[in-house]
Structure formats: C-alpha cells, structure tokens
C-alpha cells in the first residue's frame, strides 16, 4: 500500500520561500509521475506540478516562474520550493502520486 | 474559473440515487482517464472512482463512474448521511501537460 507522508514549514510572511517535502513509503519510487497539489481555503484544486523519477519536470504556466519540484531517489522523497509567496499562496498543498495517492496534506499560512 | 465543469450543488434523500456530472474538452476528459473525489471537512480528498470507472478496494459499490465522450458522471445509490461531502472530478489536460480539476460539488443529504 503506497502512502505518502509529507512535512514542512506552516507559516511563511510574504515573499519567503514556501518548502516541503514529501516521503513515498510501500511502492517503487521508479516508474511514477509525482506531484504537487493545493487547495486555498473554501476553494477547489489546483494543480502545481509534478516530476518524474528520471527528474523530468512540468509545472503549471501560472506558476512556473516561482516553482521548483525536486527528488531524492535515494530516500524516495521529492520536494517543493514556491518562492516569493503572497497571501494567494495561502493554502492546503498535497504531494501525490499523479491523481492516485495522495499525502494528509500541509496548510500553509502567508502572513505578515 | 476550473477547467471541468461541475454543478455547484447537488441533494438527494436517504436511499435515493444522486448524479454529479462533469464537462469537459477533447484534451482532457476526452482523451484521458477521469477520477472522482469524495472530500469531507478538514480532510484530503478520498479517491472514490479512478480510470473512468474503477473502484478502490474499500469503496462501497454505491458510487459508481461512467464517462461519454466529453463528460464524466459520478452516481451514488442508497444514499446515506455520510456521504454529504465534497466532490471533485478530475484527469488530465493534454494540452496543459497537467492534471485539471472540476470546482466541486457540494452534496447535500436532505
């Protein structure tokens, strides 16, 4: 059974650099797509980006200029990096394993 | 402004059966496999229907998937009081090379 388990900062001020970074347990690492999601309070979905276990990656175009999706192969963990955050940044983000598996989700605060 | 289009809500009595649509174009739900979510409050969203059609081992064989052309539906039959929650849709977007998502439904058990 594949879970996902993912950590990071909470609470950011605008214009810092959001982090987490997500650990995939119980499933081979290889061969998978593997993504970021968020959700802003009270909102739907939306789809940041993924990154494939060769390091392949493909972002939204809305944020693609601030993302960074990263993987360490060797501790089957991939990561996030959302730079420049504003109060919009504000929200739920799930790792997931394209729309299949998904982690318990961080909320991430932008606040002055 | 989401992708899939989804009615914003939706409502049904105890025991009845519920359909939740979702709309879509040639390069997403057209050409590409659609999941269905089931999101309570303060929770992740919880794959109910992935590949169209299948479900999860765990998921009662109340929810149901289908998916024609450009759209997708999810059914509930028997519906309980549990299931009032949050549900997207979603698949991926060959023109966005990326997963889109329908704005939800908010179900609503009278």
């Known amino acids: 059974q594949v879970q996902l388990q993912q950590w990071g900062a909470g609470r950011l001020k605008p214009s810092e650099t959001l982090s987490l970074t997500c650990a995939v347990y119980?499933?081979?690492?290889?061969?998978?797509?593997w993504s970021w999601i968020r959700q802003p309070p009270g909102k739907g979905l939306e789809w940041i980006g993924e990154i494939s276990h060769t390091g392949s990656t493909n972002y939204n175009p809305s944020l693609k200029s601030r993302v960074t999706i990263s993987l360490d192969t060797s501790k089957n963990q991939f990561s996030l990096k959302l730079t420049s955050v504003t109060a919009a940044d504000t929200a739920v983000y799930y790792c997931?394993?394209?729309?299949?598996?998904w982690g318990q989700g961080t909320l991430v605060t932008v606040s002055s | 402004q989401s992708v899939l289009t989804q009615p914003p809500s939706a409502s049904g009595t105890p025991g009845q059966r519920v359909t939740i649509s979702c709309s879509g174009s040639?390069?997403?739900?057209?050409?590409?496999?659609v999941y269905w979510y089931q999101q309570l409050p303060g929770t992740a969203p919880k794959l109910l229907i992935s590949?169209?059609?299948q479900r999860p081992s765990g998921v009662p064989d109340r929810f149901s998937g289908s998916k024609s052309g450009t759209s997708a539906s999810l059914a509930i039959s028997g519906l309980r009081s549990e299931d009032e929650a949050d549900y997207y849709c979603a698949t991926w977007d060959d023109n966005l090379r990326g997963a889109v998502f329908g704005g939800g439904t908010q179900l609503t058990v009278l």
């Open positions: 119980g499933g081979s690492f290889t061969g998978y797509y």
């Open positions: 997931t394993r394209r729309l299949r598996y």
């Open positions: 040639s390069s997403n739900i057209g050409s590409n496999y």
């Open positions: 590949s169209n059609n």
